[in-house]
Structures are given as C-alpha cells and as structure tokens.
C-alpha cells in the first residue's frame, strides 16, 4: 500500500487549488455552480439556526 501525503494526493487542498487556477485562467469550468453554492450556504445557515433554537428549520426549495 503507497501512502501519500497531503500535497501528493490531489483529492486534497492542492487538487482544489489546482482546479479553482485552472478556473481562474479559463483553462477549465468550475465543477459546482453558484446555486450550488447558494444552496450549501442555506445548509449551513439552517443547520446553525436549528442548533441556535433547537427546532426544525425548513429549507426553501
């Protein structure tokens, strides 16, 4: 079994860094789309409010 370490292994950070460059210099398209990230953004917003008032919180869908 080959062990690599953080910056070989380009699952990671550098992998994301690597793609978001790409992206950057239009060599590539970003793998998630602005609602993507609006809806992870919503996720989180929830899960923290829940947590806050202990209560179900409904996500717009």
């Keep these: 079994m080959t062990v690599k370490t953080w910056f070989e292994d380009p699952s990671g950070f550098p992998g994301q860094f690597a793609a978001f460059v ?27 409010q829940s947590g806050r008032t202990r209560r179900p919180v409904e996500i717009e869908g």
């Design 22 to 48: 790409e992206c950057v210099r239009g060599k590539a398209m970003p793998r998630a789309t602005g609602v993507d990230g609006k809806r992870a953004l919503q996720l989180g917003l929830a899960v923290k």
